[in-house]
């Protein structure tokens, strides 16, 4: 059976609940796809950039990050070098980040959880921070979100106060980005990087699915990629 390389980008911490369903996710979803996965942690001051033999990059829920250069290095080089990355809650927002950062070319481009002042918050607090809150989806058509029965309707559920700032949603959908999925509230809730073969991430955090025995959509999609880049020897 083949294996592959995943790497876990963020600070373990036990008592986040995201943390403690990411390893059953990443089971349940070598399982379906008949896969063995080597999954390891890379906490963020460790973080420099360099993945290695990496096949998949995971940035998980954790923010903020203890080494926030190490974050955005790293998912620069997911990026530039085409590896099937998803980022689920703050590993969204950060990759959006980088992103306008390294391609915008917004160097005052700021997260609002480190830098409350900033005069560019491209992410922002919501209105009503979503600790613990649950709600429906709509998925765009096509969204790699869309499981195959389940029509263009889903549950998601969080553990987040920040969003992206709608000031700065036009500018990252004409360099790029695709909304993937909207919440009740037609707010944004996860984007994907057209230019990229997989670059995407959610708000929301998917994970948690598999804690009641469900493969997450998400995750099977990422990790569908991650075997199709090395079949391509991408």
Known sequence: M??????????????????QAIPQALALTATALGVTLRTR???????DGALGDCDGLWCV?????????????TLRTAREQRIPFLGTCGGLQYALLEYAHAVLGWADAAHAE?????????????SCARIEYHNELRLEPG??????DDGLRAHAAYHCR??????????????????????????????????????????????REAQ?????????????????ARSLGT
């Open 143 to 148: 969204s790699r979100l869309v499981a195959g």
């Open 162 to 207: 920040f969003g992206v700032n709608p000031d700065y949603l036009p500018a990252l959908l004409a360099a790029g980005w695709r909304v993937l999925a909207w919440d009740e509230e037609e707010l944004p809730v996860a984007f994907e990087l057209m230019t990229h073969p997989c670059y995407f991430g959610t708000l929301y955090q998917p994970e």
């Open 2 to 19: 083949t294996s592959y390389e995943i790497v876990l980008l963020g600070d373990q911490d036990p008592s986040i609940v995201a943390h």
């Open 114 to 126: 480190e830098d409350p002042l900033t005069s560019r918050a491209l992410l922002a607090p919501l």
């Open 61 to 73: 829920p954790g923010s903020p990050y203890r080494h926030r250069e190490g974050v955005l290095a």
């Open 212 to 228: 009641v025995g469900r493969v997450p959509t998400a995750v099977r999609t990422w990790l569908d990629a991650v075997v199709a």
């Open 41 to 47: 942690w890379l906490p963020t001051v460790e973080a």
